[in-house]
């Protein structure tokens, strides 16, 4: 059985950090292309990051320069790094397994988490 498991979320002060953390069980994380979203109250689920099994990342709308995607294939892991977190940036936040090289959509998607909850006060 298929498992991503978040953590990492929590409140944190505008300006601050944090690292979520997306731990997979039941596959191989580096045969996939990894992604993080976002969802606010009342509005889709955003792309935020992505990583491809080769290492490739991207990023999305406002977070280039401040989050930062990476995959720790030893430990089955991906982890998303947020500075200079803003009030804008609460949302829950999802990983999810692709098995497709460009991902982009959350159609795209196969794997999901459960989600975890960032709060950002300014």
């Known amino acids: 059985q298929v498992q991503l498991v978040e953590s990492g979320g929590g409140l944190v002060q505008a300006g601050g950090s944090l690292r979520l953390s997306c731990a997979a069980s039941?596959?191989?994380?580096?045969?996939?292309?990894m992604g993080w979203f976002r969802q606010a109250p009342g509005k889709e689920r955003d792309v935020v990051a992505t990583i491809t099994w080769s290492g490739s990342s991207t990023y999305f709308g406002d977070v280039k320069g401040r989050f930062t995607i990476s995959r720790d294939n030893a430990k089955n892991t991906v982890y998303l790094q947020m500075n200079n977190l803003k009030p804008e940036d609460t949302a829950v936040y999802y990983c999810a397994a692709s098995v497709r090289e460009i991902a982009r959509t959350p159609e795209s998607y196969n794997y999901w988490g459960q989600g975890t909850q960032v709060t950002v006060s300014s």
């Open positions: 039941g596959l191989t994380l580096s045969g996939y292309t």
